[in-house]
């Protein structure tokens, strides 16, 4: 099975006091352990540090410990689905094509990449969100 994750899942697993861990956290177990085919959007890793760094946990997770967060748990053990020019373009019109405008983009770029893989499952907290983005992916998203 190939399973992407968005970075909600991934913020929810490493994240003891988020409110989703113990719902989160057995995935990315099992992502880690190789259970499956874990896979995750170029663009994900990025918002994975900024989520992380900016988080309002006590203490703070500071910019060296979530470049560590992300190099161990994702970035060495997921295989990261880069989008072309094209793909940029693609989603854009899409999001237009749709209606949609704001920071959902970034929703419709993770889509993409979900669609790029041929993934089984796009994992996330947001099932709302990517489902606008990707109404025709609606039976691939899931929550942990």
Known sequence: MKILFDTSVLVAGMVE??????????????????????FVATHTLAELYAVLTSLPVSPRISPGVARR??????????KVISL??????????RMADLGLSGGIIYDGLVARAAQKAKVDRLLTL?????????????SLIAEP
């Open 17 to 38: 006091p988020h409110p989703v861990h113990r719902s989160a956290l057995p995935w990315l177990k099992r992502a880690r352990a190789g259970e499956f085919s874990f």
């Open 84 to 93: 072309s020019p094209a793909d940029y373009g693609a989603v854009i019109r």
């Open 69 to 78: 967060l992300v190099h161990e748990n994702v970035a060495t053990r997921a």
């Open 126 to 138: 947001n099932p709302d969100d990517f489902k606008r983005v990707w109404p025709e992916g609606t």
